[in-house]
Every structure is written in C-alpha cells, then in structure tokens.
C-alpha cells in the first residue's frame, strides 16, 4: 500500500512537472514573445477560444448526418444476426417492431442528452470558474471534448454513443462558459467587447453550420472515424496552445481574485433574467427546427438528400451579416442594444411563422436565412450586456453571468430533440412554427426593460477614481478593493494574544499623492 502510494504521488508529481514545462516553453519561443505583449496576448487567447468553440459546436452538429444512418447499420446486423440465431420466431418478431417504434426516441434522446448534462452541470461550473479562474475550466474543457471526440471515433454501440455525447455535454460546460468569460474579463471596453464576442458567435455559427456537410462528406467516403479524428487532433491542438499561452498551473493571478456575485441572486436579477429569457425563446425555433425540418421536407417537398444536408449551409452568410451590422450599431449607438435584440427577435417571429407557406427548397432558404439573421442580432446584442450588467450591478467576475446564457441556450437545445418531434405529431408543424414565431414576437417588448441599463452608474462608485490603469478584467477589481482600505487607512495587525484588530495606518506618498485621498 505504501508503495502504491508513492508510486501515485511519483506520477502526479510528473504530470504536474510535465504542464509547467509545456506551459513554460512559450517564453522561449517566438509564441512566447509575441503573447508579452498584451494587445497581442488578447488576439491569441481571443483565437483560442473561438476555436474550441467551434470544435464544441462542430462535435455538436457533426453527429447529424453520420449517428441516424450508422445506427440503422447497427440495428440491420443486430436483427440479422437474431433472425439468423432464432430463425425469425414470433417473440422476435414482436421486439423488432418495439425497437424500430423507438428508434426515432433514441435519436431524440441521443441528440438531447449532450444539451441537457450541459444545463445540470453549469451551475457548477460557472461556480468553479468564479473561484478559480477561467484558465483552468478551459483548458479541463479541451480535455474533456478531446476524450468525447476519441470515443465517438471508436464507439460501436448506442451506449457508448451516449457516453460520448454526455461527456461532451460536461466539457462544454467548461469550456464554452470559461471561453465566453474569458473574453469578456480580457476585453473590458464596451465596443471590443462587442466585437470580440460577436467574432466568437460567428466562428459558433460557422461551425454548426458546416459541420453537417463535413460530416457527411467524410462519413461517405472515409468512414465513421475520421471526422472524430480531425476534429481530436484540432481540439489537441487548441489544448496545447492553451497550456502554452495562459499557463494555467502557473498563473498566480487567480489567487487575488475577488468573490463573485452567487449565481443564484445572479438568476433574480431582474435585468439578467430578461436577457436569459431572451436568449432561449429567441434559439427555440433553431433547436426545435433542427430534428424536425428534413422530414418535413422529404413529405412536402420530396427533397434530395443533398437539399437535406444543405438546408442550414447558407444561413451562415446572413448570421455573419447580422453579427457584422450589431456590432458595427452597437459601437455608433451603443444605448440601443436593447432595441438591436429586440428587432432580432420580431425577425426570428416573422421568418419562422412563413416556414411552413413553403413550397420548395430555394423558398425555404428565405426564411431559415431570416431566423439565423435574427438570432445574431439578439445574441450579439444580449451577451456584451450580461457582460456589462456584472460591471455595474455586481462584482466583474463573469463566470456564472455567462453560465446563466449557457443554460438559456442549453434550455432550448435540450427540449427540442425530445419535444419538437412530439408538438408535430400532436398539433402538426404549421402550429409548431406559429407557436415559435408568436412567443419571439410577443417576448420582444420585454426587452424594453433594458432601456436605461446603459445609463447605470457602477455598483462601485468609485471605480473609475480609484484606478490609476485602464480597466483590465478582473485586475480593476481587485486593485479597486486595495485601494479602498488605503483610503480609510486601516491595516490590520496581531495583537499579544495573536487577535487580529484595527489599526491607524500612516499614509504613504503612494496614497497621499495626486489629493486622492484627501
């Protein structure tokens, strides 16, 4: 036992010696000068990130075309070789037509189990990230997605497909929640923040989008595997490069790191709530739309397979468009980023109740183009505010603000490949489009709410005196927090009796200088 035990901390010693020499490799490196800089150091980590988010996104849509045909495989050799060992008997008979009645669940189920594992699991991790900081979630993120992308490589049953797809669900809660955070503690000016998390949706978008047809086209002609493989090979190298530029086991800033505000009285806050609100109505006709439109198509419009793999490639071109326009409003007006999500939703209602007056491909394209312009103008509007009402409303900790907006997408991900195809069969698609595009039109005033957030003045009226440097994240804080207990002068010091009291403390020339603390 006692061997066994140094033999245990001989190999967690190792790991740990092994990440601080990766980590510290960048310094000597060309990489390694470049990210001194901080300018630089932002556009690398900016890169970072959107990057595993378009791995996560391109893991979540990948599976469209490849997991309903391989499994139907599976389930021909499973009935095969039953029928083959029980030479076809009538309780056999009986089971084939219960698991074929299910199939369609299964796929629901599957597809749904990623989505719903990633609402569990945020309010924790969201926890995590504020206590910890956003380095290490993300790069325990990577990790995570690159072992959900082995094993969807080398899964051979729906079990482990299951397994593959939760995991994914779990790492994603990491790293799409660190990732956003991360953006919006580096980019602390409003206009870049706007722009930097509008570069982040649009490489979200690309990979939902393009994924589908990645997929396809690999599965048919290079097997299962090999889609899974590229995708573990970019998402190991996303993990290196994290280790390499944010040096999560040496980075002592996280030591200094302020308490965030809960993520529960987060949840209360009016203002949030609005914007979480906002965020899943606006994505339900997306998520519900996505397990429902081929069959659809292929009864109404006798669609071709390519037509069904290409129904959501060119919305990307107007989610990109619609990114673009919000964030270049937003830096002209930026009091308007109520209103910018507001029309986005009006869009999104328009758009989805002419889904069903469709009658072939190309007028289809109208209308799903119109609902992905319209999500791009509500989230690139929303996600900056979250950012900005954590600014003035509560501690400049993003960690569970932005685990709230991954529950409200998580939300609507997680009911519709369950829920949708249940709303088709009970009331019909016309209905369920109508449903969707109402409850985005009438949700739209709401937003008026947030009208005068821009006008708000920071929880911490004294920020902006207080600080001699530009606003960097997390830093401001607790540099503010330091230098209000200078401007009281009080210290605390260890009495005889090892009690800790309060003392005078004599002003420095650092606080007496420039009349701060007059």
Known sequence: ?????????????????????????????????VIQDPERQKRVILVIVCIALLLDNMLYMVIVPI????????????????????????????????????????????????????????????????????DIPLFIGLNI??????????????????????????????????????????????????????????????????????????YEFAGKR???????????????????????????????????????????????????????????????LEPTIAKWMEENMNSSEWEIGMTWFPAFFPHVLGVYLTVK?????PHLQWFYGAIGMVFIGASSCTVPACKNFGQLMIPLCGICFGIAFVDTALLPTLGFLVDVRHVSVYGSVYAIADISYCLAYAMGPVVAGQIVHDLGFVQLNLGMGLANVLYAPALLLLKNVTQMKPSFSERNMLLEDGPTGL????????????????????????????????????????????
């Open 145 to 218: 997605m690159f072992l959900s992308t082995l094993t969807f490589a080398f899964a051979e049953n729906y079990a482990t497909l299951f397994l593959a797809r939760s995991i994914q669900g779990l790492g994603s809660a990491f790293a799409d929640t660190s990732g956003i955070a991360l953006i919006a503690d580096k980019f602390s000016e409003e206009a870049e923040r706007s722009k930097a998390l509008g570069i982040a949706l649009a490489f979200i978008s690309f990979g939902s989008l393009v994924a589908p047809p990645f997929g396809g086209v690999l």
């Open 1 to 33: 036992m006692e061997s066994q035990g140094i033999t245990e901390g001989q190999a967690t010693n190792m790991a740990q010696s092994a990440a601080s020499i990766l980590s510290q490799m960048g310094e000597r490196t060309k990489l390694g000068n």
């Open 226 to 288: 090999m889609p899974f493989l590229i995708l573990a090979c970019v998402c190991l190298a996303d993990g290196v490069l994290c280790l390499t530029v944010l040096k999560p086991f040496t980075n002592r800033e996280r030591e200094n790191m302020p308490v965030g505000t809960p993520i529960y009285k987060l949840m209360i806050d009016p203002y949030i709530a609005v914007v979480a609100g906002a965020l899943t109505i606006c994505n339900i006709p997306l998520a519900f």
């Open 67 to 134: 997991i309903p045909d391989y499994l139907a495989e599976l389930q021909k050799a499973e009935d095969h070789a039953q029928t083959a060992a029980l030479h076809s008997n009538s309780t056999n008979s009986t089971m084939h037509k219960v698991t074929k009645g299910n199939f369609d669940l299964q796929i629901g189920v599957l597809f749904a189990s990623k989505a719903i594992l990633q609402l569990l699991v945020n309010p924790l991790s969201g926890t995590f990230i504020d206590r910890v900081g956003y």
């Open 329 to 333: 409003l937003a830096a002209k007006y």
């Open 475 to 518: 830093y401001d804080t607790i540099k503010m927090e330091q230098r209000e207990k200078k401007r009281k002068g009080l210290c605390t010091t260890m009495d005889e009796n090892g009690i800790e009291t309060f003392a005078q403390r004599s002003y420095s020339e650092e606080e007496s200088s420039g009349g701060e603390y007059a």
